[in-house]
């Protein structure tokens, strides 16, 4: 996923030591908290089967056509919100993944929904700092199951949807049950890190009626 850089500078002059701890850990994607989750023993060959813990994400969605476009835009209102534009005023540790949840269009020229998320630490997990963005909120996830699919390098909506469709292939392979769409895009560093980057897509597993 590519970050926009313009939503990372800030100026020193209002910059604390949290929130350049804050911009640093999104500039380079170290130490940073993930969402926990079990892994199945028994795995695919080319993917992991997870199932993530109900936890509390910060979240904002919009329409468009441009997932690219969309991740950034969602990105930076999320990045806003860890920067303290909550009604506490309190300044949240950068987490990974930043994940995106899409809902496509019913067609190749409609719009699709994109809600992007951060992770909220498990510091906040409880009481969460409350959004004063109105376009901002408090996600309370559900336990759920994925299929991921990890890859590497700099992605783009293309790569997406390609590795993707691997995954897809995968799991008819296997005769396994899942949920086309909607599905997850997640990237875990910024555009700095040029060596072993990590990026994954996730769909769900179909769940019994």
Known sequence: MRWNINSLLIRSSTCGPIMLK???QALFSTGLQNP????????????????????????????GMDMDQAMNTGFRRLFKYISGTNQNNVKVEMTAPVTGFVEPGAGPACESQF???FYIPEEH???????????????Q????????????GFSNEQLKRDELQKLLESLKRDGVEYVDQPYYV????????????????WILKKQPE
Request: net charge neutral.
């Open 115 to 117: 809600t992007v998320s």
């Open 36 to 63: 926990k989750f079990t892994a199945e023993e028994k795995q695919g060959q080319d993917y992991e089967v997870r199932t993530y813990h109900a936890t509390k994400w910060v979240s904002t969605s919009l329409k």
């Open 186 to 201: 997640a990237g875990y560093d910024s555009p700095f890190k040029l060596m072993n980057r990590r990026n994954e897509v």
């Open 141 to 152: 996830r559900k336990e759920f199951t994925a299929y991921v699919r990890t890859y590497g």
């Open 22 to 24: 804050a911009v640093g």
């Open 125 to 139: 997990q409880e009481n969460p700092p409350q959004p004063s963005d109105p376009d901002v909120f408090i996600e």
